[in-house]
């Protein structure tokens, strides 16, 4: 598996749309190298996860082909993840020729109402499927199980995802506190090993409870002991961190510096990871 991290940031982005704090300003002056736009990753070229209102600049600067994308999971509704507008894109008249015909499209419970506005032409291209949490869906290549995030702000329904492709698993943990006790519980009594995961770590250095929505280095840390203890990874698992606010200063150097106890990758835009 082929895992392309087309943003990083949160909702905000960084340097935030709107804000003028240190951290923002000095990132407008060091340029566009440094920026980190809003969460997206893509898997192969043919799985999309999420869909935030950056989509279009990712795909160009990233030379993605959307027609070829076979897939899309959202993991919940909040805007920077669930701009689901873009996917009348796909509808007649704005997509022409396209090398997939028919889109998987995998939402939570509380999306269908949002999808069910788009038109038509937009519905007869997607084959929608409500994730439902521990069901495996199999997309293509791909075996997708939801999971249950731990997440607010009005959030329902938020998932986390299991990914498999052949014998290779992947866990996309965002957007998410720290996980529920069920969620340890079903990764360890299903004795999944995770060859690689990315983890929420969006308030870095600033403290946040394991009750929060979000994560930084310490509940990282803790998730990441509790999954060894489990079995569930191991030193030869690829482990990432990513999703960062504006708020924690996530320039690339820094959060390297500051992560180093926890033996991660820090995520940035544009990074890609094999497994």
């Given amino acids: 598996m082929k895992i392309q991290f087309l943003g990083t940031a949160a909702a905000e982005g960084f340097p935030g749309s709107f804000c003028n704090c240190k951290y923002c300003e000095n990132v407008r002056n060091l340029g566009e190298k440094f920026y980190r736009t809003r969460s997206q990753a893509i898997i192969d070229g043919k799985l999309l996860i999420d869909m935030p209102a950056d989509t279009y600049y990712h795909f160009l600067k990233n030379n993605i082909r959307g027609d070829m994308i076979e897939s899309v999971i959202f993991t919940h509704t909040h805007g920077d993840h ?40 937009t519905k007869d291209i997607m084959n929608v499927v409500i994730a439902e949490l521990y069901k495996t869906v199999k997309f293509g290549d791909y075996e997708i199980t939801p999971l249950k995030a731990k997440h607010g702000y009005g959030a329902i329904d938020a998932h986390i ?8 698993t992947f866990l996309y943990g965002h957007d998410t506190g720290y996980f529920f006790d069920e969620v340890f519980d079903y990764l360890k009594s299903n004795k999944v090993y995770l060859n690689g995961l990315t983890l929420d770590c969006c308030y870095a250095s600033l403290p946040i409870s394991d009750n929060g929505a979000h994560m930084g280095y310490p509940n990282v840390e803790r998730v990441l002991k509790r999954l060894e203890e489990n079995g569930n990874i191991d030193k030869n698992t690829k482990k990432v961190i990513n999703h960062f606010s504006h708020n924690v200063n996530p320039l690339q150097n820094v959060l390297e510096e500051e992560s180093k106890h926890l033996d991660c990758i820090v995520s940035y835009d544009g990074m890609i990871l094999e497994i």
């Fill in 82 to 121: 669930f701009y689901y507008k873009e996917l009348e894109m796909r509808g007649a008249g704005f997509g022409k020729n396209m090398a997939v015909e028919k889109l998987n499209v995998l939402i939570p419970a509380n999306a269908v109402s949002k999808i069910e506005k788009l038109g038509d032409h």
């Fill in 161 to 168: 995802y299991l990914i498999k492709k052949g014998d290779k």
